[in-house]
C-alpha cells in the first residue's frame, strides 16, 4: 500500500482529477466532501476511492473525520487543502455571512485540517502539504473580496508554515490555478467564456483539471523534496508573479 493521501473537496471539478491521479500514481487516496451525496457516491463507484463528510471549516469535524481516516488507511503523509467555496458580492454589497462563509472554509479550513496531522507529519519526519489558492488571490478580483483576501491568506500561510515544517522532512507548496474547465466554470454562459475570460488567457484556451492535478503529483512525490514554500502559477500565462 502506498503513501496516505487526503484530498479535501477531493470528489469534484479539480479535486477529483487529484484523486484519481494521486491514486493512478499509487496513493492510498481519501476525499472528503461537504453536502453532495450523490456526486460522492458516484465518485467512489467511479473510482474505488472512499469519501467522506465533514465541514472543514468545523475544527472539530476535521479533527474527527482525519482520525477516522487515519483509523481506516493509516497516518495521513500527503494532505490536499483543495476545498473551497464562493459567495460572490461587490464589497458593498457583501453580508457578513458572506464574509464568514468564505473566509472560515477557504482560509481557516487550512489551519482546521492541517493542524491535526502537523505533530504526526514531524514526528515521522516526512509529510507533504498542498494548498490550492487561486490566480485571485495573487492579482485579486472584483467582486470576490472575499474569497481573494482568503485565497492570498493561503500563500501567507504556505510560505510560514515552510519553514515551520523544512528541518522536519515537511514540505508546504501551493498551486494556484487560473480558469480551469471545471462543471463551474464551464456553467458560465458561453458569451461571457469566449469574449471576456478566454482572451485573457494567453494560451487562448481553459485549462483542465487534470493539469492542475498533475502539479499536485509532483509536488507530492520524493522528487520535490528540495520544493518548499514555493507557488506554482497554472494559469495558462494570464497572470505572472
Not at 8 to 18: D, E, L
Not at 51 to 72: F, L, M, N
Not at 200 to 223: K, N
Not at 227 to 238: L, P
Request: hydrophobic share 40%; glycine share 12%.
Amino acid at each position: 500500500m502506498g503513501r496516505v493521501a487526503l484530498v479535501t473537496g477531493g470528489s469534484r471539478g479539480i479535486g477529483a482529477a487529484i484523486s484519481k491521479a494521486l491514486k493512478d500514481e499509487g496513493y492510498s487516496v481519501a476525499a472528503t466532501y461537504a453536502g453532495n451525496d450523490e456526486a460522492a457516491k458516484a465518485f467512489t463507484e467511479e473510482t474505488g476511492i472512499k469519501t467522506y463528510k465533514w465541514d472543514v471549516s468545523s475544527y472539530d469535524a476535521c479533527k474527527e473525520g482525519i482520525g477516522k481516516i487515519e483509523g481506516d488507511l493509516g497516518p495521513i503523509e500527503v494532505l490536499v487543502n483543495n476545498a473551497g467555496i464562493t459567495r460572490d458580492a461587490m464589497f458593498h454589497k457583501m453580508t457578513p455571512q458572506q464574509w464568514n462563509e468564505v473566509i472560515n472554509t477557504n482560509l481557516t479550513g487550512l489551519f482546521n485540517m492541517t493542524h491535526p496531522v502537523w505533530s504526526g507529519m514531524r514526528d515521522r519526519k516526512f509529510g507533504r502539504i498542498i494548498n490550492i489558492s487561486s490566480i485571485n488571490g495573487q492579482k485579486g478580483q472584483a467582486g470576490q473580496s472575499n474569497y481573494s483576501a482568503a485565497k492570498a491568506g493561503d500563500l501567507g500561510f504556505t510560505r510560514a508554515l515552510a519553514q515551520e515544517g523544512a528541518r522536519a522532512g515537511i514540505t508546504v507548496n501551493a498551486v494556484c490555478p487560473g480558469y480551469i474547465g471545471t462543471e463551474m466554470v464551464r456553467a458560465i454562459d458561453e458569451k461571457v467564456l469566449n469574449e471576456r475570460i478566454i482572451p485573457q488567457i494567453p494560451v487562448g484556451r481553459l485549462g483542465e483539471p487534470e493539469e492542475i492535478a498533475r502539479c499536485v503529483v509532483f509536488l507530492a512525490s520524493d522528487d520535490a523534496g528540495f520544493v518548499t514554500g514555493s507557488t506554482i502559477s497554472a494559469n495558462g500565462g494570464q497572470y505572472f508573479t
